[in-house]
């Protein structure tokens, strides 16, 4: 099954690693209030990292949440539908989901390669490259998502040939 | 292709994508690139990456996590426990007064909530079972706890007023502040109700029996002293930001911090609670940053093709008073949450209607209080309404989908009409943050 791909266990094993970076951005936060209070030495660093480590996990939240296909979803109309429609609703929503996240993909790749080559910086201070790492994790994490995708679409359609659930 | 057909058809094939049951991030998101493409071809993609990009680089949304991993903290702790426990102190013999301890306890959990989701499902495991015991009637217990739940996004912090304050670009502390009043108002409300329905025909909340509200003191100081703690972590964070002594971000990250902490000296604290608490963060945030980036493309290519300058001509054309326009938007939101998720409904509507709300003259912190009490709606209306899925997924199995949003409609009502108060009364929002400047 799909759960048990490659591809999901991937996602799996680095969101769970990644959720840990919430704890980071929390202790880094509260160094910057101690410092900024108690020492009178406010740091310059807290500030853009802080928004870096969060959006590194947001965007591995992404394929996190795909792979258990967790992504909130309204079902009432798809659960008053007879099973073998409902088979191939599903089909068509992975297919829809392949659609838009191959694309996302591209675009997010284009971005992402542009970043690297210039190795784009975040022109403030501490000018560290943070927009071209995100950039080409956002890709990274979208062309996850479609390849999750594919194996949803195929999950989807070998259910085609079964009976019943 | 005129802009009338350009709405028409974005909208139109939203609500049928969302009824298919495509997750709602993936939906906002097709619309985004597929229009982007038709309108603007290959390139035009480009815009969609950047926006999502420059939409994860706010600040202010790194608060986002920071509440709902104190939010998971607290939940795993056993404070909920104890602070609905201590509640029965006041409680007593009143008529409904196990009801009225629920919302109580509800209230001020919802001081440590800024999501909606986990503190249903605690009241879900923790009071349901005890109303149901007592012989409380079923509507009044299951109604009781869906909207007493729900009221984390609406007593600060609230993650619905984080994004809001994002998306219209107005200071999250004063809409922290202004939600105050009305979130107490709507909690006054619904203990009044119970209160009455129970005074007027007792069988509705059975008083426990007399040896049950006898506790004795030393059970009584030992709860204080328990609760005393991640009580004052929670008033910590909240005056942080009311006073201005530091961010949001950084006021919720030290919540997370207090909160471990506190739930050290109450020796609950381990690896166990930490790394589930991290993983619902991280999955949490994964639903709602990917709804609000499919969200971003769709309303950025809808801002493109000119959206926003339509919809205003529409609204300022009709020769109506200003607050028959607010209240039409009401109605919309109101239509948009029995459907779709806030996160979608704020990032979709409110680049749009904020501006109008502006030319009529009225506050945008006041909008985004009575969005968040329309959200409350939204919370319980069926058929979307999360809050029944979440009090489903621990409510005995006897109690069915159906049965619970039965119990809905009085609190739908009191809702409704605490947020209309607000909508002809717009200083009840904004005199607590006027205080302040």
Known sequence: MAENSVIARVARVAGDAASYVFLVIALISAYEVVMRYAVGMP????????IALAATCFVIGGPYV??????????????????????????LCSLLTLAFLSLLTYAASIQGWQALQYGETTGTALNWPIPAYLKTLFAICAALMTVQTLTHVYEDAINLRYRGR | ???????????????????????????????????????????????????????MNEYALVAVPMFIMMASLMERSGVAK????AMRVWAGRLPGGLAIQTMVAATIMGAMTGIIGGEIVLLGLLALPQ????????????????????????????????????????????????????????????????????????????????????????????????LALPLLVIFAVLGTIYFGIASVTEAAAMGVIG??????????????????????????????????????????????????????????????????????????????????DWVGICLLTMPIFVPI?????????????????????????????????????????????????AAMWPFLVLQASVLMIVVFYPDLALWLPSLGR
């Not at chain 2, 104890?82 to 426990?85: R, V």
């Open chain 2, 357 to 405: 709300v502006r030319e009529l003259g009225y506050d945008p912190v006041w909008f985004g209080v009575v969005f968040c009490l329309n959200m409350q709606l939204s919370y319980l209306t069926p058929p979307f309404g999360p809050a029944a899925f979440y009090l489903k997924s621990v409510a005995p199995p006897d109690i069915s989908l159906n049965e619970i949003f």
């Open chain 2, 131 to 226: 109303m149901l015991r007592l012989g409380y009637d079923r509507k009044l217990a299951i109604g009781t706890i869906c909207a007493g739940g729900s009221l984390g996004t609406m007593i600060p912090p609230s993650i619905v007023l984080i994004i809001y304050g994002l998306t219209v670009n107005v200071s999250i502390g004063d809409l922290f502040v202004a939600n105050i009043v009305p979130a107490l108002m709507l909690s006054a409300v619904y203990m009044t109700y119970i209160f009455t329905r129970c005074q007027l025909n007792p069988r509705l909340g059975p008083p426990a029996p007399a040896e049950e509200c006898d506790i004795p003191l030393g059970r009584k100081l030992a709860l204080m002293k328990g």
């Open chain 1, 66 to 91: 795909h792979q258990a296909r967790q992504h909130i979803t309204i079902s009432f109309v798809y659960e008053r539908l007879p099973p073998v429609v409902q088979k191939w609703v599903r089909l």
């Open chain 2, 82 to 85: 104890d602070l609905f426990d």
């Open chain 2, 259 to 340: 909160s471990m902490i506190a739930s050290a000296i109450r020796r609950e604290l381990n690896w166990k609670m930490m790394r589930e608490s991290v993983r619902r963060t991280m999955q949490t945030c994964g639903m709602l940053l990917w709804l609000s980036f499919g969200a971003t493309a769709m309303i950025g290519v809808y801002n493109l093709a000119g959206g926003p300058t339509f919809i205003r001509e529409l609204f300022t054309g009709l020769d109506v008073p200003a607050v028959a326009v607010i209240l039409l938007m009401m109605l919309i939101l109101f239509v948009l949450g029995a459907m779709m």
């Open chain 2, 1 to 55: 292709m005129s802009i009338e057909w350009i709405t028409v058809l974005m909208f139109g094939s939203m609500i049928l994508l969302l009824l298919l049951g495509l997750p709602l991030a993936f939906v906002t998101g097709l619309i985004g690139v597929v229009f982007t493409l038709g309108l603007y071809g290959v390139d035009g993609l480009q815009l969609i990456a950047s926006r999502i990009y420059s939409f």
């Open chain 1, 43 to 50: 740091t310059i660093w807290v500030h853009e990292l802080s």
